[in-house]
């Protein structure tokens, strides 16, 4: 099949969305198909020593890349938080425009708008008149607002970004017209789903956006052995919805009897703040802070702690999990948004949202029972590895081509059937033997 991506990040150097672009376009085209990816010019730099690279497992032509980039003075506002808006809004106007071109010579089986993930932006890919896959995305989880004292810069991050997502859905067409015209929705959470059947999605479908490639996965489960202390590790970036000061919190009110340590890997603008948070909750000589690692130093902590402690109080599905899965770690983090969709129950302790005394209180209660029932937690460590080992990009390419698929021919039997219906209708309009019977 010809298959058009439309993926403004997309960089396999990166992770996050610039990982998700790549990989669906590579592996798409890996299955045989062949694919034509429109995106930003910023993930040139790694795209084009990767396909210098491992271009030869391709068939010659069968995978194109063009880059699309915005007038000087769009990219200049990119610096500002309202600027990245713009930039990605002109950006997907300028790329329709190219897909259209485009498909002017090139007959698409369907489209895929696989970057950015985010329900509220849309895709302007529909106007091309072809099958639509939007997605995986996002945008309908929201932080708990009981929580709000974890995130001080409230009304920046959650109260703004909640209202623009109102005024996109409320007063831009194109988003509507997105959900009404795909031919599947694929969404990251339960929440992100109800919004899109709300505003009109035809058919929507749990689908995770965050993959791994097999030579992530260690070639067995890992077994560990039992330590005398709990080690706990916490990944991510220091922005205050990933709410490491909650892990904190829930950690200062574990019975102190019990020996743990934390490692805390990552960077970000709250990295100032940790000394004063651990001497604050009593956690000295308990949590260490590593700062931000290189990637094989981050599989290693997979490798070499006992238990993944994470609750971002709003995230689709922190990748994290799937990376912490596959190296065989239990899970404890919070019941709500991908993580309550996605980590199976068996694979760790999920706890309820509900209020931050009692949630911390949960965390540190799923911490205590991890300590005294190892076997116990090397079952749910057991259990996101089976897990993670169906979430490798190729596994999930495939999935995505067997949902796609019977979809692309239901749609087109609807076609060609419309057609006859038509004529039938005509034909026994128009004929007085028929009337009269």
Known sequence: MNVLISA?????VNGGEDGFGFNWTWQTARRGHRVWCITNPDGRAGIEPFMAEHGHELSPNQLQ????????????????????YLHYMVWQYLAWKEARRLSQTVEFDYVHHATYGSLQMGSWMWRLGKPLIFGPVGGAQRAPEAFRAFIPDWFKSETMRNAIGWLLMTFDPNVRQTLRHA???LATNSETADLARRLGARRVELFLDSGLPESFFPAVFPEREVSPTLRLLWLGR???????????DALSRVDRRIPFHLTIIGAGPLGPQIPGWIARYGLEGRVTWRGAVSWPEVRTAFLTHDAFLFGSLRDSFASQFLEAMATGLPIITLDHQGAHDFIPAAAGLKVPVTTPVVTAHALARAVEYFYHHPLERRAAGQAGYE????????????RLQSLV????????????????EDEDENATAGSPQLARA
């Open 8 to 12: 403004y990040a997309c960089n396999p």
């Open 65 to 84: 890349f063009l880059f699309v980039a915005v007038p000087a003075w769009v990219q200049f506002l990119h610096r500002w938080q309202f600027g990245v």
């Open 183 to 185: 031919t599947v929705v």
């Open 238 to 248: 220091l922005f205050p919805r990933k709410a490491l000061q909650l892990a904190l």
């Open 387 to 398: 897990f993670a080992l169906t979430q490798t990009w190729t596994a999930r390419a495939a």
């Open 405 to 420: 698929i019977p979809l692309l021919q239901q749609s087109a039997a609807h076609r060609m059937a419309a057609p006859l």
